[in-house]
């Protein structure tokens, strides 16, 4: 039975599995956005997002549990100076995944996986609109005797 047997195997055994995200999420770090099938997307923001969320707090313990599951100094680095300091007051949710369609060779589901806030593909945060408050236009019939009322008035005044 698969009981609460949450993650995805992806067809490999452990080890393998363990290298390839390892690598994927060394990759994502150093280029911040990468295309791979829906599933490994899936997979990789399962094991990368909770490694982002201990890059909140750089201390040395840190940073031996995220090298021992990156396995790359370099990705490390750039994790704990660069992508924590830029996350730092989002609460989760740090990885975006965009379906792409289906690869022509065998049909998988393609997706692209990136940093939430290093995106360039499109404009999350749009211009807020401008509030325009609805009134009931007054017909220009009514506004022009006004206007002839106020000038009637000035001349008499100035008598």
Sequence with gaps: MRHRKKFNHLGRKSAHRKAMLA???SSLIKHKRI???????KALRMFLEPLITKSKNDT???RRVVFSKLRDKYAVTELFREISTKIADR???YLRIIKLGNRLGDNAEMAMIEFVDY???YNVDKPAKKKTRRRRK???KT???AAETNTATEEKTED
Excluded: I, Y
Aim: hydrophobic share 30%; aromatic share 0%; no cysteine.
């Design 23 to 25: 690598n994927m999420g």
């Design 35 to 41: 295309n791979t099938t829906l599933a490994k997307a």
């Design 60 to 62: 040395m313990h840190n």
């Design 91 to 93: 609460p989760g949710g």
């Design 119 to 121: 995106n360039t593909v």
């Design 138 to 140: 007054k017909s220009a």
């Design 143 to 145: 506004t022009e005797p």
